[in-house]
């Protein structure tokens, strides 16, 4: 399944004011965990029941990067998670990766929402960042959920069983850690006005949407979205969003011109024009 970005090697070009926001999110996150370290957040009393997962404290849900076709959504988060640069290095946010996801239109088994859980699973299991984590999913009940039938049948409750109870019954990390999911909204084909279950799990984002509350506090949520995409971004209520391509903002616009400096004039123009496009036509 593939889970990793096609831009991953590419070079990458300024933005720095997206990963000084994400880096205050995640340290908004971390001081939460030390002022609540006395508080367990949630009670695991019984792992087979959804009743025993509590919403989380400290900070908001979660991130929500929204920008249009071509914006660099994709660009950010695969710089996030295997930066390219010394200043990137030098941040050193990667070691906070958790566990990530890119969903791909042309390849159907992204968008599998199955495939998604199993796939964190394995992830957060070979990370080593949460101790206990792994012991924890070997339980018998953990794994008879994880199996592909079970958890194709009913992923929410997959999801719960084996990844927010394992989570919340963890050891907490030193500091907070992050899960990254790029294009959430790829596969999303809602009709205008058409109502949706706030427990639907049909889809990578409505599974996201109806429990990402239940992330422990140290776990921050972060997620991309076009920004076109309105019935997709209104599921994340409640996340701070960090808008990728509004020219109203002089540090973008300051992007603009540090990518005009650095590229091809050809190139530079074709980027250019997506970006004043995307910006006088909103959705």
């Known amino acids: 399944m593939a889970q990793t970005s096609l831009l991953q090697g590419k070079r990458f070009y300024c933005r720095e004011w997206v990963f000084h926001k994400l880096l205050h999110c995640l340290q908004e996150k971390t001081n939460s965990m030390i002022n609540s370290a006395p508080h367990k957040q949630a009670s695991v009393a019984n792992p087979g029941s959804s009743a025993s997962t509590a919403p989380s404290k400290g900070g908001p849900w979660g991130v929500l ?3 249009g076709p071509g914006s660099g959504k994709s660009a950010v988060c ?3 998670l295997w930066p390219s640069s010394p200043q990137g290095l030098q941040r050193g946010l990667h070691r906070q990766g958790l566990a990530f996801h890119f969903c791909r239109a042309d390849d159907s088994d992204t968008l599998s929402v199955s495939g998604f859980i199993r796939g964190l699973v394995a992830q957060i299991c070979h990370g080593g960042l949460i101790q206990g984590y792994e012991e924890k999913v070997r339980d018998p009940a953990v794994q008879s959920a994880l ?11 997959a999801f719960r ?10 050891k907490p990390p030193q500091q907070s850690v992050f899960i990254l999911v790029d294009s959430v909204d790829e596969g999303c084909h809602f009709a205008e006005g058409e109502q949706r279950s706030s427990s639907s799990s049909r889809t990578i984002a409505e599974l996201l ?3 990402h509350e239940f992330f422990p506090p140290w776990l921050l949520l972060l997620c991309s979205a076009r920004k076109q995409n309105k019935a997709v971004t209104k599921l994340f209520t409640g996340f701070r969003k960090i808008s990728l391509d509004d020219l109203r903002k002089a540090y973008i616009v300051k992007d603009v011109q540090q990518l005009k400096e650095r590229t091809p004039a ?18």
């Open 65 to 67: 990067l929204v920008g």
């Open 78 to 80: 695969t710089e996030l």
């Open 147 to 157: 199996q592909p039938e079970e958890c194709e049948r009913n992923p929410a409750e």
């Open 161 to 170: 069983r084996c990844i927010l109870l394992p989570l919340q019954a963890a």
């Open 209 to 211: 949407a109806s429990h």
């Open 266 to 283: 050809s190139a530079t123009k074709r980027k250019l024009r997506c970006s004043l496009h995307l910006e006088q036509n909103p959705s």
